[in-house]
């Protein structure tokens, strides 16, 4: 009989064996830095090397993109020190989780900062946000241009 492929199975955390929650630990450990070395990583985890590498290309964390929201905005800044510190902390405070920041080089006294944001963690909401932001002296206009 011919196999067609995987099957795959979204399972909640509780049920599953404890062998597999190990195996994405020590995974997390390793991707992070904090051990070196699988043997490093198992041990700390308390699972053997052999069912790590049993199952390490078998289970993966499922992230719910409709849950984890990316947004990017679009800011007009005038060029000052502490602009862009005062947005990120407006960010910070706000709880959107920020995943990158490109600034291009100032040209007549005014920059544009892009800014791409996890904001399913947003407690008050987008508006409040923006409206956080764009009040902010320095700065000049914020606009969501994706998400």
């Given at each position: 009989?011919?196999?067609?492929?995987?099957?795959?199975?979204?399972?909640?955390?509780?049920?599953?064996?404890?062998?597999?929650?190990?195996?994405?630990?020590?995974?997390?450990?390793?991707?992070?830095?904090?051990?070196?070395?699988?043997?490093?990583?198992?041990?700390?985890?308390?699972?053997?090397?052999?069912?790590?590498?049993?199952?390490?290309?078998?289970?993966?964390?499922?992230?719910?993109?409709?849950?984890?929201?990316?947004?990017?905005?679009?800011?007009?800044?005038?060029?000052?020190?502490?602009?862009?510190?005062?947005?990120?902390?407006?960010?910070?405070?706000?709880?959107?989780?920020?995943?990158?920041?490109?600034?291009?080089?100032?040209?007549?006294?005014?920059?544009?900062?892009?800014?791409?944001?996890?904001?399913?963690?947003?407690?008050?909401?987008?508006?409040?946000?923006?409206?956080?932001?764009?009040?902010?002296?320095?700065?000049?206009?914020i606009e969501v241009i994706a998400g």
């Amino acid at each position: 009989m011919e196999q067609l492929g995987n099957k795959y199975y979204l399972v909640e955390e509780g049920a599953m064996p404890p062998v597999l929650l190990r195996v994405l630990e020590a995974k997390e450990l390793l991707e992070t830095g904090q051990c070196a070395t699988v043997a490093d990583a198992a041990n700390q985890v308390g699972l053997s090397r052999s069912a790590f590498y049993k199952y390490r290309d078998a289970i993966r964390v499922f992230y719910d993109t409709s849950v984890s929201r990316i947004m990017t905005f679009h800011v007009l800044l005038r060029n000052k020190p502490g602009i862009l510190s005062s947005v990120l902390a407006i960010f910070a405070n706000s709880g959107a989780n920020i995943l990158t920041i490109n600034q291009s080089i100032p040209v007549n006294g005014r920059a544009v900062v892009t800014i791409s944001a996890e904001t399913h963690s947003i407690a008050d909401g987008i508006d409040s946000l923006l409206a956080a932001v764009q009040s902010q002296s320095g700065v000049i206009r914020i606009e969501v241009i994706a998400g």
